[in-house]
């Protein structure tokens, strides 16, 4: 049974760096990759980026200059650090799995980040 | 960047009911399109891939069809735990989502 759980910080100031990590029990770490998915109310559900277990990313285009992605497979976890938030930023923030190229089978339970100065 | 834009916004059925959301790309996506539910306070779990194919565990009820750019996921008849909110994704340049269809209890 593959469990995604995620942890970081909750409330950050405009400008600082947000950072979270998910970490991966059961099943294979290596095979996949691994992705941060977005949800406000005002852009709905929208894609971070991804990272695989030799800590090659991709990002979405809109958020790339601001968003790195690591990978620790001694402990078979990834993070993210998004620099320089603001309010756009507030969201919650998802962990998951990436399936058949293009699908999201399994998610971690999701961290409210709230950005608010 | 393929939009994609889900149709009705809300839709307000009873148990039991069919129930027939939609899903528009803005051109053609091959088929790479998926469906998910999510519930107040949970994460979006993956109901349909390929347009048709059920995900692991979901029940017959549901299925998806469609090809090109029109896609729909269907729902036989629906349980009272089906009431929640369905968005459509895509694998476009990166991913995409639907703004998403909320289905309600009428």
């Known amino acids: 049974q593959v469990q995604l759980q995620q942890w970081g910080a909750g409330l950050l100031k405009p400008s600082e760096t947000l950072s979270l990590t998910c970490a991966v029990y059961?099943?294979?770490?290596?095979?996949?990759?691994w992705t941060w998915i977005r949800q406000s109310p005002e852009k709905g559900l929208e894609w971070i980026g991804e990272?695989?277990?030799?800590?090659?990313?991709n990002f979405n285009p809109s958020l790339k200059s601001r968003a790195t992605m690591l990978v620790d497979m001694s402990k078979n976890q990834f993070s993210l650090k998004l620099t320089s938030v603001t309010a756009a930023d507030t969201a919650m923030y998802y962990c998951?799995?990436?399936?058949?190229?293009?699908?999201?089978?399994?998610w971690g339970q999701g961290a409210q980040v709230t950005v608010s100065s | 960047e393929i939009v994609l834009t889900q149709s009705p916004a809300t839709l307000s059925l009873s148990p039991g009911e069919r129930a027939t959301l939609s899903c528009r790309a803005s051109q053609s996506v091959n088929n790479y399109l998926a469906w998910y539910q999510q519930k107040p306070g949970q994460a979006p779990r993956l109901l349909i891939y390929d347009a048709s194919n059920r995900a692991t565990g979901i029940p017959a009820r549901f299925s998806g069809s469609g090809s090109g750019a029109d896609f729909t996921l269907t729902i036989s008849s629906l349980e009272p735990e089906d009431f929640a909110v369905y968005y459509c994704q895509h694998q476009g340049n990166w991913y995409t989502f639907g703004q998403g269809t909320k289905l309600e209890i009428k």
């Open positions: 998951a799995r990436k399936y058949r190229g293009y699908l999201f089978d399994h």
């Open positions: 059961g099943g294979s770490f290596s095979y996949y990759s």
């Open positions: 990272v695989n277990h030799s800590g090659s990313t």
